[in-house]
């Protein structure tokens, strides 16, 4: 029974208490003491001397065991994979037990390997003079015994582990022995999250330095899976399991301190700063951006920006040399070019903080700034939408005391309590994102690591969805129901005046060059899908990446007619007093 379902082979092995758990069977991983087996690491020019070690199983439960030199057995722990459900208690007891033993277990060989079907586990006694170590599931499957049909057909995987691993522990205790400890899962049984998108072949690949907490590393570890299946349609992120990070389980998948690279077609890079379970985290992507429109949107947007940069600033230093006191609507036309400025500075500096070099919490910054000044800026828009259905209510006599610091508070405050109330719950929100590329056939998958695109923005598709789409679709959608209703009211004024050139005419210039500025254009990022989405993209990009200087155009339209009817009023004024005169 043993045999069939578990594919073990071997002798028959008597221990005290086996007929009470099962038939259980020794397997000789038939290794050579004077193999080597990796490139890199260990003792001894830089291989590791490989041992022998012994797999034992039972039926129907799991016996993870192993044998010391001299036949001593090794009991690391047993699990039962029919009691894994998705709240089981005994996943984390069992993983937490199998930690626990493997860096207590003694052996007199470099190093302690476990292998079954589903769980692979190593030991390795390391020192402070660790130069780095290699591990492949190819080098480590060479000399194993024969499995199933199954277990033979799995995906190769790999970890890479820098030299800078046991330095910290080493200044500050000075080891003469360290262990690491090594678990290979093919199953998600261990690992049930409140996140149902899938792992890439359910593979959990972890690591741990004795009982220490390995973070924060300057040359980061490298996780390499390999698949021999088409992902498209799917975003493939790095994550690792945070404990405790779910009410539900015990523990969440999280990106935080991963970056995810794809080297080629068939392999995910992960690229992590300490150390922990890790996978491949599998959801469904919308549709990826073509990678020949990359160049091109780049650069109309390095041109809008850069341009409208420039535009923002000339308009807030002419504000400031020419203001008058107690313009309210101009200065809520300069919070607004503030913004705006701000956002595009931002958007320039997030794809340069985004590069694998940069800092991870610089680039933290960066997304939580961009965010909260698109945030910034919609709020404005939604501002100058409010004050211009004051000023058509009220027919131009407007008072509100403290009008323009009520605004304010609203503008720039509201907008960083949510960033930092983000940042206080979860800074992991923030950080790199990955643009998918799409080849010339639609699949991101022809398309490299090195050409796909990163931004620091926000990560987490909940606060997306929340904070970004849902709070500028309310603005678009206030600001074109007040765009709808002031056209009636200046529709209804205009057949009340006699001259066609009155002032109702001019305002409604006005209110449609105002309001089509602030905010319709955003309206066109609800359709990046289907036969919309190559116009949309070159559209969007356009106006929004010129939003600064249209708003530039606009400040000057309104300062030339306000500059003129001054004028006007100047030379009626001189001609009544002529006449009076006379």
Request: charge should be positive; glycine fraction near 8%; aromatic fraction near 10%.
């Amino acid at each position: 029974l043993a045999r069939e379902a578990w594919g073990v082979r071997g002798t028959s092995f008597s221990q005290q208490g086996a007929a009470q758990e099962g038939i259980l069977e020794e397997v000789s991983t038939n290794w050579d003491p004077n193999k080597s087996y990796s490139g890199e690491g260990g003792e001894q020019g830089g291989k590791v001397r490989v041992g022998r070690e012994h797999w034992v199983c039972a039926g129907p439960e799991v016996r993870v065991t192993g044998t010391r030199s001299g036949g001593c057995p090794i009991h690391l722990g047993c699990w039962d994979p029919l009691s894994l459900g998705p709240h089981s208690r005994s996943a984390p007891t069992f993983v937490r037990g199998l930690e626990q033993r493997l860096l207590n277990v003694s052996f007199n060989a470099d190093h302690l390997i476990l292998q079954s079907e589903s769980i692979q586990a190593l030991a390795f006694n390391l020192n402070c003079s660790f130069p780095g170590l290699a591990l492949s599931s190819d080098t480590l499957s060479s000399g194993a015994p024969k499995q199933p049909r199954q277990a033979q057909a799995k995906i190769r995987h790999a970890m890479q582990f820098p030299k800078e691993l046991t330095q910290r522990t080493c200044r500050l205790r000075s080891p003469s022995q360290l262990r690491l400890i090594c678990i290979y899962f093919s199953t998600d049984l261990f690992f049930q999250s409140d996140n149902k998108s899938l792992l890439l072949h359910n593979y959990v690949l972890g690591a741990q330095l004795d009982n220490e907490s390995v973070k924060d590393l300057r040359e980061p570890i490298n996780i390499s899976f390999w698949h021999n299946e088409s992902l498209e349609g799917y975003v493939t992120t790095c994550v690792f399991w945070k404990e405790g990070a779910s009410k539900r389980y015990w523990g969440a998948w999280s990106p935080e301190g991963c970056r995810t690279e794809h080297p080629s077609h068939s392999q995910v890079l992960c690229r992590c700063n300490h150390l922990s379970y890790f996978a491949v985290l599998m959801q469904l992507s919308q549709d990826p951006l073509p990678a020949e429109l990359l160049a091109p949107l780049t650069y109309i947007s390095l041109v809008g920006c850069s341009i409208s940069i420039v535009a923002s600033l000339l308009t807030v230093l002419l504000y400031f040399l020419t203001r008058k006191k107690g313009d309210s609507l101009t200065s809520i036309h300069m919070n607004l070019h503030a913004s705006v400025l701000l956002l595009n500075v931002t958007f320039l500096l997030s794809p340069i903080l985004a590069v694998p070099s940069a800092p991870g919490s610089a680039c933290v910054a960066v997304a939580a700034t961009l965010h909260y000044a698109l945030l910034s800026c919609l709020t404005w828009m939604a501002i100058e939408g409010f004050n211009l259905y004051l000023l058509l209510v009220r027919v131009y006599n407007i008072y509100i005391r403290r009008y323009l610091l009520k605004l304010c508070v609203v503008g720039w405050g509201v907008p960083a309590f949510l960033v930092l109330l983000l940042l206080a719950i979860k800074s992991s929100v923030y950080g790199r994102h990955t643009i998918l590329l799409s080849g010339s056939q639609g699949d991101s998958r022809n398309v490299t690591g090195s050409q796909n695109t990163s931004i620091c923005w926000v990560q987490s598709p909940g606060v997306h969805g929340a904070l970004v789409i849902g709070y500028g679709g309310l603005t678009c959608l206030f600001n074109l129901v007040v765009l709808v209703w002031a056209l009636r009211v200046l529709r209804r004024m205009k057949a009340q005046e006699k001259a066609p050139g009155s002032r109702a005419c001019k305002d409604t210039v006005t209110v449609l060059g105002l309001t089509m500025l602030l905010g319709t254009t955003w309206t066109l990022a609800f359709f990046s899908f289907g036969v919309f989405l190559l116009p949309q993209l070159f559209l969007f990009t356009i106006f929004n990446s010129f939003y600064g200087f249209f708003l530039f155009l606009w400040f000057c339209f309104q300062r030339c007619r306000s500059e003129a009817v001054a004028a006007t009023e100047a030379e009626m004024e001189g001609f009544s007093s002529s006449q009076m005169m006379q």
